[in-house]
Structures are given as C-alpha cells and as structure tokens.
C-alpha cells in the first residue's frame, strides 16, 4: 500500500520560510517522480512543482519560482519542498504526489499525501 506522508506545515508571516517533507513508502521511490499541489479555499488544487527520478530535473509553477525549491532524498524516500519569501497568497494545503509518468505527475497523478497546511500572515 502506498502512503505518502506529509509534514512541515504551520503558520508563518510573510517573508519567512517553511520546509516540507513528504516520507514516502510502499513504492518503488528511485522510480517515481514526485510532485507539489497546493488547494486554497475555495480554488481548484494546482500544481506547484515537480522533480525527477534522480533530482536532476525540476519544474516550478512560475507564480513560485526563485522562492520554492523541490528536492529529493532517495535514500530517506523523501521528497522536500523549501518555501522562502513566503506570500500570503501561498496560503493553502500542500499535498505530496507521485506517480510514474513524467506528465502525470504534475496533472493527475496516481498517489496523493492527506496534504499539510500552510498558512502565511500578512
């Protein structure tokens, strides 16, 4: 059985970072690409970014990029998100995904964490 496990959320200002983590087991995780989404109330979940099998390729929506950074521990099959100047408008549940194909990964991917939320003050 799959379990991807989110952690990290919490509540912060603007300006300030926040680290997530997302341990995953049951998969093969050096097989899988892995993914960030975020849901805020009452908008659709949208994709945030995505690395590769190995780390060596990411993708960033742009409203994100500069301040988050996705990476991967294969070893600890853990996936991390490092959030820094951190807006009010990312405030949302952040939800860990993966799946095996590079497409689906960053659109419908097969597996999803339960999601962490991550709330920034103004």
């Known amino acids: 059985q799959v379990q991807l496990v989110e952690s990290g959320g919490g509540l912060v200002q603007a300006g300030g970072s926040l680290r997530l983590s997302c341990a995953a087991s049951g998969l093969t995780f050096s097989n899988v690409f892995m993914g960030w989404f975020r849901q805020a109330p009452g908008k659709e979940r949208e994709f945030v970014a995505r690395i590769s099998w190995s780390g060596g390729s990411t993708v960033y929506r742009d409203s994100v990029k500069g301040r988050f950074a996705i990476s991967r521990d294969n070893a600890k099959n853990t996936v991390y998100l490092q959030m820094t100047n951190l807006k009010p408008e990312d405030t949302a549940v952040y939800y860990c995904?993966?799946?095996?194909?590079?497409?689906?990964?960053?659109?419908?991917?097969?597996?999803w964490g339960q999601g962490t939320q991550v709330t920034v003050s103004s």
């Open positions: 995904a993966a799946d095996r194909s590079i497409v689906a990964v960053s659109s419908t991917p097969q597996y």
